[in-house]
């Protein structure tokens, strides 16, 4: 293999695949990226066995081939160099010489052959969605899905076509619960059953989205969801699991409904947990007469409140959160105002945009 493409170019391609690389995993050959070199193009593929993708770059090819290199390694050094080229070529089965300008680097290798196979696009229907559209409906959930291996159901985007072309998505980790559903000009057909796309997928696929202002594909491979893009496919392998039925923990009745500035109890929750016991990050939520209280307490630090203005008439109410649940479900948000449903002090509280109810969100209370 011999090569030559613009630095630039070569940077942003292996940028774009450092979160997707395996560091510490008991493949080594996972830890490198894959280039595959011919016909005027370079190829650059990734993969940790569960999240893949393969990018097309034009370069100036003398003779086709394939290697592989430590992908960390290799963008540092592109990284750092100051030419608008760099040359690439095998130097011995070992061995890959990378130059440009002054500088010369001969970087060990190892056989494309050891590398894994990535899913394709062959045969696979596809469907059209914008990147904006993606990348509000993952803003809107991914916050929510669960960090505890242990409950690998929950550790993913929950993906499900729903009646009049409609799709929503849906995370919770067993404390809190968001959801999003929005109308496509097209139905998903393979959908209809629901998939759960894993965390590090679903981040990936947001980030592909930032690089895209128009419209990318997706579609169902076998057990992988693939996201298409002129020049790049992006694969997911999808949990074998079976999600939990949600709608059953979604409170269908409030006694409680306030409307309240979404920035203004951002900021005050945000300053009241600044004296929030660390490990339970815990606040007070009191209404009474025209006011919603924000309290929070610590025997360590002291106390601290702040008073909202509210239309509420009703008894005291008073119930608790976790701050830092407070504050992901605001900040996914983009409402100027925020409507809170309560019911009981232990029920669900539910959060929507004012102007949007296919948005919500849910988060258990704390007992204080």
Do not use: W
């Not at 090819?61 to 050094?77: C, S, Y």
């Not at 600044?274 to 209404?287: D, I, N």
């Amino acid at each position: 293999m011999k090569l030559s493409i613009g630095r630039d170019v070569l940077l942003r391609g292996l940028g774009r695949i450092q979160a997707i690389v395996e560091r510490r995993g008991t493949l080594p050959i996972l830890a490198n990226v894959k280039m595959d070199a011919s016909d005027g193009k370079v190829v650059l593929s990734a993969t940790d066995l569960e999240v893949g993708i393969t990018a097309t770059h034009e370069a100036e090819v003398e003779t086709p081939g394939a290697v592989t290199l430590g992908a960390k390694k290799l963008f540092e050094i592109v990284r750092e160099l100051d030419g608008s080229e760099v040359a690439l070529h095998i130097d011995d089965a070992a061995r890959v010489s990378v130059q440009s300008g002054a500088a010369h680097f001969s970087l060990l290798s190892i056989s494309p052959q050891e590398y894994p196979s990535l899913p394709g696009d062959a045969g696979v229907g596809f469907v059209g969605l914008e990147s904006a559209l993606l990348a509000e409906m993952i803003d809107r959930t991914l916050y929510a899905t669960s960090t505890d291996e242990t409950r690998y159901n929950l550790n993913g985007v929950f993906m499900q076509a729903e009646a009049d072309q409609r799709v929503c998505f849906v995370a919770t980790d067993g404390h809190r619960l968001a959801k999003v559903s929005k109308s496509l000009p097209e139905p998903v057909e393979f959908l209809e059953g629901g998939i759960i796309v894993p965390r590090k997928g679903v981040a990936e696929i947001r980030k592909l989205c930032d690089e895209h202002d128009g419209p990318l594909e997706i579609g169902l491979g076998d057990g992988f969801l693939l996201l298409r893009s002129p020049g790049l496919l992006l694969s997911s392998r999808l949990v074998d699991g079976e999600f939990p039925n949600y709608r059953q923990i979604m409170p269908d009745d409030h006694s409680i409904r306030l409307v309240v500035p979404r920035e203004h109890l951002t900021h005050a929750v945000r300053r009241i947990a600044l004296v929030a016991p660390e490990r339970s990050r815990g606040f007070r939520f009191v209404l009474a007469d025209g006011q919603l209280e924000i309290q929070a307490s610590n025997p360590d630090l002291g106390e601290a409140r702040e008073t909202l203005s509210v239309d509420y008439s009703g008894e005291r109410f008073e119930t608790g959160f976790n701050a830092r649940y407070a504050l992901d479900l605001l900040g996914a948000m983009s409402a100027k105002e925020v409507v809170v449903e309560l019911k009981t002090e232990l029920a669900p509280a539910q959060f929507r945009p004012a102007d949007d109810p296919d948005e919500v969100a849910i988060i258990m209370p704390m007992r204080m």
